[in-house]
């Protein structure tokens, strides 16, 4: 067991080794860069949407942060789910957030006008 551990420890402290990790970040930032724009532009595209559907709803710009929360989290949850178990997460989203007090059928909205996730039973 304390072989393991010795194991483990050497292991961490060859790949923390502050100028291996420059290195291997060097080679890698170019990539990393990429998907970063990519994934900025993504997010923006979504709280575009989101941003139409409120002021569609003739919502107060107070309430906009919130409801813009809302989308990124479904947005986050879409990025790595599917599914019947996407449309169960972004339930769970939408009661909490109808719980801290937004609207539901505007919560509703952002999510099938802005977001394109189906409702339960749209599966």
């Given at each position: 067991?304390?072989?393991?551990?010795?194991?483990?420890?050497?292991?961490?402290?060859?790949?923390?080794?502050?100028?291996?990790?420059?290195?291997?970040?060097?080679?890698?930032?170019e990539a990393?860069?990429?998907?970063?724009?990519?994934?900025?532009?993504?997010?923006?595209?979504?709280?575009?949407?989101?941003?139409?559907?409120?002021?569609?709803?003739?919502?107060?710009?107070?309430?906009?942060?919130?409801?813009?929360?809302?989308?990124?989290?479904?947005?986050?949850?879409?990025?790595?789910?599917?599914?019947?178990?996407?449309?169960?997460?972004?339930?769970?989203?939408?009661?909490?957030?109808?719980?801290?007090?937004?609207?539901?059928?505007?919560?509703?909205?952002?999510r099938d006008?802005?977001?394109?996730?189906?409702?339960?039973?749209?599966?």
């Amino acid at each position: 067991m304390a072989k393991s551990l010795l194991k483990r420890l050497e292991w961490w402290l060859a790949k923390t080794e502050p100028d291996m990790v420059h290195q291997r970040l060097k080679a890698l930032r170019e990539a990393m860069r990429r998907h970063y724009e990519a994934e900025q532009a993504a997010l923006w595209e979504v709280e575009t949407r989101v941003r139409q559907v409120l002021h569609s709803a003739d919502l107060p710009s107070i309430l906009y942060p919130f409801y813009l929360d809302f989308g990124r989290e479904v947005f986050a949850r879409k990025r790595r789910l599917a599914g019947s178990s996407l449309v169960r997460e972004v339930r769970v989203l939408l009661e909490k957030w109808v719980l801290r007090g937004l609207d539901r059928e505007l919560l509703n909205r952002v999510r099938d006008g802005a977001l394109s996730v189906p409702g339960p039973g749209e599966e």
